[in-house]
């Protein structure tokens, strides 16, 4: 006898075939058949013709303490996310301070209980600020040893790979080959690298020559994060020659891959705009130079240089303190003229020290044609770069927390025809399975974990925006996590049937 059987299906089952009618039976957490099928069940669901398919898998995700204090992760399950990937940009939870280990970490989001499936990553700025702080000089040759250690013992507790982030500190004040170096660290162990690259502006050429070198010296297969070009003036050109080193790389035996969150902006943190020699010593040197007066007319000068006058795509995403609400879903440029003309880097740096450096923003740097562009390359896979977050979250966070799934399916695969479905699941499923050499998710055959979404592909909505965030996607019918139900017509049902994944 089934725990469940899930009957007439459209079922597309990952690996891109087309979609055939069948049904689904699952038996303790595991999809026990599929096919034409009878017998009893303890549940019977009756599919009417709706997608099946594989739960999805946000090989991008940033849901690092976040799968601690929002274990329900609504965001990630009502846009049918039953697997996460955190670590991302060079930040991971351990090795700190709080989690001396990566098998600390583990634990704590395994006693979490969270309602999706957990993996990470262990972040290359968080292994260097455990070595050397948030000093700028060029790491020793020990020092290096150092963080081949913590990255080799974080790879034995079950992280999945390395993640650089070299726009953040510390991780950008690491050369090339102290990258190659500590990258390689997680060779032995099969593990990925994923870089948010040092430039994805005026430079992003060159830095996608640096992360393909990386990856190619340390042995290891590549993962380039959120691919983008955010500078204006090479819209449209500079993505095709970066797919163009991409697909070379690969023809040349390199294995490497990319995510892309399907947004024209960008989320981060306010103080991403301040240089980021400010930060050497850490973040309160960082507020102590802002308030320094000589200091803070260089960094004024060097910021609103480096801006090109773009403050204006520049939006305050979430703030702390009541007399900054105002602030919210407002750009840098209106809230400078709102202050009386002020200079916009005076603006930005104020509210980084208003909020005492907790404070997002959302930038519109990025145009359709590239997103598209690079889509539709067979490399390229959806992460979402957001976090658990509950339907409760405060502020504007950016829409790809609660929405990106979706999105791709909706409007980029049904509504622009950009591929077919089978495609574009595909893409959610197998493909970032293979990226983290999981067997047995990412594909709907027996054996495989029953992960599993239901949806309804003409309601299918990306109602997440960045007026309105905080909201269910539409048409997501059904979201099981290893055989439980999840996710029910837009409602989290409160199961917590996650698994922590280590890597094998
Ligand atoms: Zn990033």
């Known amino acids: 006898m089934y725990d469940l059987l899930i009957k007439n299906a459209r079922v597309i089952d990952g690996t891109g075939a087309p979609w055939y009618y069948g049904d689904v039976a699952v038996k303790d957490g595991k999809i026990a058949a599929v096919g034409k099928l009878s017998g009893d069940a303890a549940e019977t669901v009756d599919a009417g013709g709706l997608y099946l398919t594989p739960g999805f898998i946000d090989i991008h995700s940033h849901s690092d303490d976040s799968i601690i204090g929002c274990p329900t992760a609504e965001s990630r399950i009502l846009q049918g996310v039953t697997t996460d990937v955190g670590g991302n940009c060079g930040g991971s939870e351990a090795p700190s301070g709080t989690y001396p280990s990566m098998a600390d970490f583990l634990s704590a989001v395994e006693q979490a209980r969270p309602s999706i499936n957990s993996a990470t990553l262990v972040g290359h700025g968080t292994v260097r600020k455990a070595v050397m702080g948030y000093s700028r000089e060029e790491a020793t040759d020990g020092q290096i040893a150092d963080m081949q250690a913590l990255t080799a013992k974080a790879m034995e507790d079950g992280a999945f790979g390395i993640s650089t982030g070299l726009i953040y500190p510390p991780s950008c004040y690491s050369t090339t080959d102290e990258l190659v170096r500590v990258v390689s660290a997680v060779a032995p162990y099969g593990g990925y690298y994923a870089t948010h690259m040092r430039n994805e502006s005026f430079d992003v050429v060159k830095s996608v020559e640096e992360a393909l070198h990386v990856a190619k010296e340390a042995g290891v297969r590549l993962q380039i994060s959120h691919h983008k070009v955010t500078h204006k003036a090479d819209w449209q050109v500079s993505c095709k020659t970066t797919v163009a080193m991409i697909e070379r790389a690969r023809r040349q035996g390199l294995d490497v891959t990319c995510d892309q969150y399907p947004y024209r902006a960008s989320a981060t943190s306010m103080s991403s705009n301040v240089p980021s020699w400010a930060f050497e ?224």
């Open 281 to 504: 010593g850490g973040v309160d040197a960082m507020l102590a130079r802002l308030r320094d007066h000589e200091t803070r007319a260089v960094l004024r000068e060097q910021s609103n240089a480096s801006h090109e006058g773009r403050w204006c795509d520049i939006y305050v995403a979430h703030v702390h303190t009541e007399k900054n609400q105002w602030m919210v879903g407002k750009s840098i440029t209106d809230i400078a003229e709102a202050l009386g003309g002020k200079d916009p880097a005076d603006t930005c740096f104020d509210i980084v020290l208003d909020e005492n450096n907790h404070v997002g923003e959302i930038n519109f740097g990025m145009c359709e044609e590239d997103i598209e562009y690079i889509m539709s390359r067979p490399f390229v896979m959806p992460g979402s770069d957001g976090e658990a977050m509950p339907l409760t979250a405060p502020g504007k966070p950016h829409p790809r927390n609660y929405g990106t799934f979706v999105r791709v399916l909706a409007h980029y695969c049904r509504d622009r025809g950009l591929f077919p479905l089978e495609t574009a699941v595909q893409k959610m499923t197998a493909l970032p399975a293979s990226r983290l050499g999981l067997t047995d998710r990412g594909v709907l055959k027996e054996g495989m974990w029953a992960d599993l979404v239901l949806f309804d592909v003409e309601k299918l909505r990306d109602d997440p925006d960045f007026l309105n965030p905080q909201q269910a996607c539409s048409g997501i019918r059904r979201v099981y996590v290893n055989g439980v139900l999840t996710g029910l017509e837009g409602k989290h049902t409160g199961a917590r049937a996650g698994h922590v994944l280590r890597k094998k």
